[in-house]
């Protein structure tokens, strides 16, 4: 499989104050660390250098070199910020890129491809694989964890995920009506 070349790291959400800070949401482990990389926009083309304010509940504020006032700034909200794949350092056992497992087949433990992984988001309780299932289109949100997913192969362009999921399944006998208080509860 091949590796893309550029690899998203944040984005610019809006302005912030009046003399050119940008709200950055970035993508690394450590908000700050996205100063560290030679940011690109989108295109490639134009560089984005970027000072570390502070960190906030919004997102990294920061200088974007060049940007002196909010109209500025605000010019430059939604503009995606990438690095070269080249100037990120390598990961160790256990830890992936989320541009890598983008795009991998999700396999069941036999090895029959179910779907594909379209995006990994972290809603703030941990790292979930969408997967779309084959034939039908539909998504379903898997948790990136060894319990879910205990095999990561990039180089083979697959993961393996404990499917299908277990959930438990409530049917309609195996609840009990209490027409005494109107609930119903499940025994």
Request: proline letters at 4%; charged letters at 30%; glycine letters at 12%.
């Amino acid at each position: 499989m091949r590796r893309p070349e550029r690899v998203l790291l944040g984005q610019i959400t809006g302005a912030h104050g009046i003399r050119g800070d940008v709200i950055v949401k970035t993508f690394t482990a450590d908000p700050a660390d996205i100063a560290a990389y030679g940011l690109t926009d989108a295109e490639g083309g134009r560089p984005l250098r970027l000072k570390v304010r502070r960190i906030t509940s919004k997102g990294l504020i920061a200088q974007v070199i060049g940007v002196r006032d909010r109209n500025g700034a605000e010019s430059l909200k939604g503009s995606e910020l990438w690095v070269a794949r080249d100037h990120l350092p390598e990961t160790s056992e256990g830890e992936f890129y989320y541009v890598d497992l983008i795009g991998l087949a999700a396999v069941d433990g036999s090895g029959a491809q179910f779907g594909r992984i379209v995006q990994v988001a972290n809603h703030g309780a941990g790292d979930l694989l969408e997967i779309t299932l084959e034939g039908t289109g539909k998504v379903e949100l898997v948790p990136f964890n060894l319990e879910f997913v205990p095999e990561v192969d990039i180089a083979g362009g697959r993961v393996v995920v404990a499917w299908p999921l277990e959930f438990e399944v409530l049917h309609p006998d195996e609840f009990e009506s209490d027409e005494a208080d109107g609930e119903t509860r499940r025994d």
